[in-house]
């Protein structure tokens, strides 16, 4: 952690400098006021300790100036009881706190070490979060490929083109490029520009001066300037018009826009991030959009594959979506029937996430006695699950609780429409390849364990012990087999295959 301590007490300064002994931190000291902006300029400082007269250098306010250039900066202004004023003024302007003089070495020391330990948490905290969006977003080689640019991009200021099916997630992985930036307690803004009028974009965008168009009132604030220091999200671009689109280009040039109206022009800090479901190239050559914006725009660009292509997401988003809007909808929510698991895995969702999403909440509010069934799913769902419901086994799901098991179900597909006599579909989803079925009377029931543990073993045998042919065969991950097959005491070569 890099700290700044300004005073203009020398011997107060060379006094810390000396003394100091906290680890993994790196002091800049200065005790001249020309000296600190010569030292400050190609810094960057996570937490700063300044007394007031260096608040206010060359016309500049040191507070505003150090908050732009170093994203997430702690503040703290040192005072005496004759300069406080300036100090509260600091905090007025985004300073953390003050600390009065004289100001001891264990003082600097305790800031400082509550400062990092923030920072750390926020570091565990992503690091947890991270894990999570593995699982929200699709444990598939494309989707590590995005996390893995995501997390690389996300602390720099570079603008980013996230482009994708409507419904496939762009916003919620701009917010993710977002929470994993320096900019992350800075606001959020996301806007639709295709679902703004096409004459009042640039007031809602660039905001407008009293009188500038029929029924202005007043001053209005626009959207940039609501997303000053943090990012501004414009899902639908390639729908801006091709005045805007030049404001926009000229914003990314220079960090300035001016409201509709006036004439001054006002420096923002705000990273941009745009999306759209349309082709902008093509766009392009049909002169729709201008090839300088698209180019300032792709800095990063991250393909969003629809959720056809991410299969294996669809049980974990089924339980956040359950354990979203069972709250919001007063549900308690235990079981989810083998049949309406087995439809929402098979369904091709051509609304994407946004699709999954209006079909859980649709089944949550038709649910009865705490049991999403199939009925309980729009009848576009149903369909394929209608066709094949006498072959899936009754089964408790872990849909809330745990992880949703839907491994057993993908066998239907393998397995003929009805059950021969004496072979009992139980016994016909088991059967490991080249070994004849156990002996069961019609009567016996397997347990649940069991019947899941022969599954995996009729995988391994069909699919020679290739891991990724199995997963893929599944419907689950590489870390999912591992743990079912480490539960169920189920012997396997740990080589990659």
């Known amino acids: 952690m890099k700290i700044l301590i300004a005073d203009l007490d020398k011997t107060f300064i060379s006094d810390i400098q000396r003394s100091w002994l906290m680890p993994d931190t790196e002091l800049l000291v200065c005790s001249d006021s020309d000296a600190l902006m010569p030292l400050i300029k190609n810094e960057a400082i996570d937490l700063a300790f300044i007394e007031v007269p260096f608040l206010t250098l060359e016309n500049m306010?040191?507070?505003?100036?150090?908050?732009?250039?170093?994203?997430?900066?702690?503040?703290?202004v040192l005072c005496d009881s004759k300069n406080w004023p300036g100090a509260t003024s600091a905090i007025n302007r985004g300073a953390n706190s003050f600390l009065m003089k004289p100001v001891s070495l264990k003082q600097l020391e305790d800031t400082a070490k509550k400062i990092q330990t923030q920072q750390q948490n926020k570091s565990t905290h992503q690091l947890m979060e991270s894990q999570v969006l593995d699982s929200l977003l699709g444990d598939t080689p494309e989707m590590r490929k995005i996390l893995k640019t995501v997390y690389k991009i996300a602390p720099t200021t570079s603008t980013v083109l996230i482009t994708g099916e409507s419904g496939s997630g762009k916003e919620f992985l701009a917010n993710v490029v977002h929470r994993f930036s320096k900019r992350a307690n800075e606001p959020f803004v996301a806007v639709n520009c295709g679902a703004i009028p096409e004459n009042l974009v640039e007031s809602e965008l660039f905001g407008a001066k009293k009188g500038s168009y029929t029924g202005s009132t007043m001053d209005k604030k626009?959207?940039?300037?609501?997303?000053?220091g943090g990012t501004?999200?414009?899902?639908?671009?390639?729908?801006?018009?091709?005045?805007?689109?030049?404001k926009l280009l000229r914003f990314l040039q220079s960090h300035e826009i001016r409201r509709v109206g006036e004439n001054e022009a006002r420096y923002l800090d705000v990273r941009v991030i745009a999306a759209t479901n349309r082709d902008l190239q093509q766009a392009m050559l049909?002169?729709?959009?201008?090839?300088?914006?698209?180019?300032?725009?792709?800095?990063?660009?991250?393909?969003?594959?629809?959720?056809?292509?991410?299969?294996?997401?669809?049980?974990?988003?089924?339980?956040?979506?359950?354990?979203?809007?069972k709250?919001?909808?007063n549900k308690e929510i235990l079981d989810l029937e083998p049949a309406a698991q087995y439809a929402l895995t098979k369904y091709p969702y051509p609304g994407?996430?946004?699709?999954?999403?209006?079909?859980?909440?649709?089944?949550?509010?038709?649910?009865?006695?705490?049991?999403?069934?199939?009925?309980?799913?729009p009848e576009e769902v149903q369909a394929e699950a209608r066709e094949k419901q006498f072959a899936i086994p009754h089964m408790k799901s872990d849909a809330i609780d745990g992880e949703i098991v839907v491994e057993p179900v993908q066998a239907i597909e393998n397995h003929t429409a009805e059950p021969t006599a004496g072979n009992s579909r139980n016994n016909a989803l088991a059967r490991p390849a080249g070994k004849s079925a156990p002996q069961e009377s019609e009567d016996e029931i397997i347990s649940l364990e069991e019947m899941e543990r022969r599954h995996i073993l009729h995988a391994l045998s069909v699919c020679k012990g290739n891991q990724a042919e199995i997963c893929e065969k599944l419907g689950i991950s590489r870390s999912t087999l591992w743990r079912k097959v480490k539960a169920l005491k189920i012997e396997m070569d740990s080589t990659e295959t």
């Open 61 to 76: 306010d040191m507070v505003s100036y150090l908050k732009e250039k170093n994203h997430g900066i702690e503040i703290f």
């Open 222 to 228: 626009g959207l940039f300037e609501s997303a000053n």
């Open 232 to 246: 501004l999200f414009l899902d639908e671009v390639g729908e801006l018009s091709a005045a805007t689109q030049v």
């Open 286 to 325: 049909q002169g729709d959009f201008r090839e300088d914006l698209y180019y300032r725009l792709n800095t990063f660009h991250l393909q969003l594959p629809p959720l056809r292509e991410r299969k294996p997401v669809i049980p974990t988003l089924i339980r956040y979506f359950i354990l979203k809007y």
């Open 327 to 329: 709250e919001t909808h």
């Open 352 to 377: 994407n996430i946004r699709e999954l999403e209006n079909i859980v909440e649709h089944a949550i509010v038709l649910s009865e006695n705490g049991v999403i069934r199939l009925e309980d799913l």
